[in-house]
């Protein structure tokens, strides 16, 4: 499956969905105009990407994926919208489809570190947390 690489704007973040070299990473600052429809885009790449997988009978790069969050700035409609990306994508998850997250946060942002342990929680999905 083709990547998915979107370039950091000033109100959007990198994105790198990349299954080839097992890259899945979400960094800068998220504060889209519209937040379901940027995330809607890598909803449907997730969802397209499992897809192919569960169809192949192969499991994403036949290991453990890793969605890396770094966010330097998050918006409450951004927030939302990755609450319910995570939800499909997790909802999605096998035991061949592994999918685990991977918050990394400012050691002095308690904001961004706060917005990670609620998503955590509404999910019931253990994120590893990284202060840098």
Same mark, same amino acid.
Do not use: C
């Given at each position: 499956?083709?990547?998915?690489?979107?370039?950091?704007?000033?109100?959007?973040?990198?994105?790198?969905?990349?299954?080839?070299?097992?890259?899945?990473? #979400?960094?800068?600052?998220? $504060?889209?105009?519209?937040?379901?429809?940027?995330? +809607?885009? %890598?909803? !449907?790449?997730?969802?397209?990407?499992?897809?192919?997988?569960?169809?192949?009978?192969?499991?994403?790069?036949?290991?453990?994926?890793t969605?890396?969050?770094?966010?330097?700035?998050?918006?409450?409609?951004?927030?939302?919208? #990755?609450?319910?990306?995570? $939800?499909?994508?997790?909802?999605?998850?096998?035991? +061949?489809? %592994?999918? !685990?997250?991977?918050?990394?946060?400012?050691?002095?942002?308690?904001?961004?570190?706060n917005?990670?342990?609620?998503l955590?929680?509404?999910?019931?999905?253990?994120?590893?947390?990284?202060?840098?």
């Amino acid at each position: 499956m083709n990547a998915l690489i979107l370039d950091a704007t000033e109100y959007t973040p990198l994105v790198i969905l990349d299954p080839t070299n097992n890259r899945f990473e #979400i960094t800068g600052e998220s $504060s889209p105009e519209d937040s379901v429809q940027f995330y +809607s885009l %890598l909803g !449907k790449w997730f969802k397209e990407f499992m897809d192919q997988a569960e169809l192949s009978g192969n499991s994403p790069g036949a290991k453990e994926i890793t969605l890396a969050f770094q966010l330097s700035y998050i918006t409450s409609s951004s927030l939302r919208s #990755i609450y319910d990306l995570l $939800s499909h994508v997790n909802a999605r998850k096998t035991e +061949s489809q %592994l999918v !685990k997250v991977k918050w990394v946060h400012d050691r002095e942002d308690e904001d961004i570190a706060n917005s990670g342990l609620q998503l955590s929680r509404m999910l019931k999905l253990p994120f590893e947390f990284v202060a840098r």
